[in-house]
């Protein structure tokens, strides 16, 4: 009897399996690469974040999130995204920027990075885009900035930043610079143990009393020199001079004028602040995402070490003529004596 299955229909049925499980490998293949390509590429684009929120205060980072949070829970997600910033705080160090930026984030209509990125003085060669990535997601008609203190002593920033945006409006925090560099010293102290005195610091001979201008914390207070960098490229009518003595002594006239600056409503007023008198400084009785009270972290407010009197003197009559400069550029007298 002749068998009932020939050779040729075997083969063609193998032939046939074979190319459906081909086909099957190929389909999952294909599938494994699309989603480790997408997983790559998130990573990819999220990588310069997660490496600068390592350096994000943990209250700043999580009103940024919540804040983000409240624009994906109210529907308007789809029209918020990240910008360049439209304002930036450009200075000056220990001159009141870190108080400042959080009293501005109490306005609705201000988007703040809450890190400094130092992008236009360490890390230019990223790009504009890796730039971006770090701002928070804004809405139509909310103001995004970032405050990175450095920008206004560095040669270079003013022609980046004026490459970025013309039209960018920028903020200068400054305060008696004797008492800015004696502030910048204390902290330098805290930081590193054993460093000279202050005294010793300021003078590159003290036989001769010739001061070193060039030390870090004195030459940041020649406001003067550093200003014309900057007007070389904006017009002074896109430069606001907070008064730093004035940031402490009333917080809320100076932020309205900063909203003035910014086009904003005065929406930070007196009603928001309380002055501290064991810290010497003003700190808000709601901040952004908390109902309760909130004053600056331990280092801000801390006791400046003492300097002798001759030194402050000499320091006095070295920086008369800058100060009266800048009064003139600044088109403001800021009083220091």
Known sequence: MASAHSPALDLRRLAQ???VMLSLGVACACLLYFVAGRYEAAVGEKAPVLLLKTAVQERNSTAEQRAEAE???????????????????????????RALLEFLRLHPDIRALGSEPHFFDRHYGRGLNWYRSMMPKALDGQIVMEKTPRYFVTPETPARIHAMSRDVKLIVVVRDPITRAISDYTQIV??????????SLTFKNQT?????FLWSPLYIGLYARHLERWLAYFPLSQIHFVHGERLISDPAGELGRVQDFLGLQRIITDKHFYFNKTKGFPCLKKPEGSSKPHCLGKTKGRTHVRVHPEVIQKLREFYHPHNLKFYQMAGMD???Q
């Open 17 to 19: 399996k074979v190319v």
């Open 71 to 97: 624009i994906i829970s109210s529907g308007r997600e789809w029209t918020a995204s990240r910008r360049l910033p439209h304002a930036l705080i450009v200075g000056v160090k220990k001159g009141g920027t």
């Open 190 to 199: 805290s930081k590193t143990p054993g460093v000279p005195s202050f005294e």
């Open 208 to 212: 001769t009393g010739q001061i070193d």
């Open 334 to 336: 800021f009083g220091w």
